[in-house]
């Protein structure tokens, strides 16, 4: 990856949200083998609907290196794939869904990652979330568990992805990532 300018957006016209649906086409069609490929090289979510997006946007090209959801009404993806019991409500506060957190490889290894998810899970806080669920992908299990998730049941297979339920306290991952949010938090 060369140096690059990275600027993290929340899309909202035609063209973004098609910029958005082709890296998403890529990342989860192409490279993950999850979803089918398709003649239009893109895929829109089925819960574009209702979810909170975040992209990031090289400043050089326009291109986008990276994105993120978020949804916190029901029904969850993760349900689907994994049951009704991932999805339940939190004692205290609402559930929220992260999904489609996807960069390029070339960004994979950079702080893009931080500035993408810091700004969402301030905002899902604002919102009253207090737990997160998402379908983390097993090479990066490590990595969520780091930030405060934790397992919550058997993992299953997409295409060729293994994918686990995780599920985790949002104050507890704000914690562990408040040197990031210190430094992209809004």
């Not at 990066?140 to 995780?166: D, I, K, N, Q, W």
Request: aromatic fraction near 8%.
């Amino acid at each position: 990856m060369m140096k690059s300018k990275i600027r993290i957006i929340t899309p909202s016209t035609p063209e973004e949200f098609e910029k958005l649906w082709r890296l998403n086409y890529l990342i989860f069609a192409r490279e993950l083998q999850m979803r089918p490929d398709t003649a239009a090289e893109m895929i829109v979510d089925k819960f574009h609907h209702k979810n909170i997006y975040r992209a990031a946007m090289d400043t050089a090209t326009g291109a986008f290196t990276g994105m993120i959801s978020a949804h916190h009404t029901p029904p969850y993806s993760a349900a689907a794939h994994f049951g009704e019991k991932i999805a339940e409500p939190p004692l205290e506060g609402k559930l929220a869904e992260i999904r489609l957190f996807a960069l390029l490889p070339g960004y994979r290894s950079t702080t893009v990652a931080a500035q993408l998810a810091v700004p969402l899970l301030q905002e899902l806080d604002s919102r009253g979330v207090s737990e997160v669920i998402i379908s983390g992908i097993s090479n990066m299990r490590s990595f969520y568990e780091h930030l405060g998730f934790c397992v919550a049941g058997t993992p299953v297979e997409e295409g060729s992805t293994l994918l686990y339920p995780m599920r985790g306290r949002l104050p507890l991952i704000l914690e562990r990532c408040r040197k990031a949010l210190e430094r992209y938090g809004q």
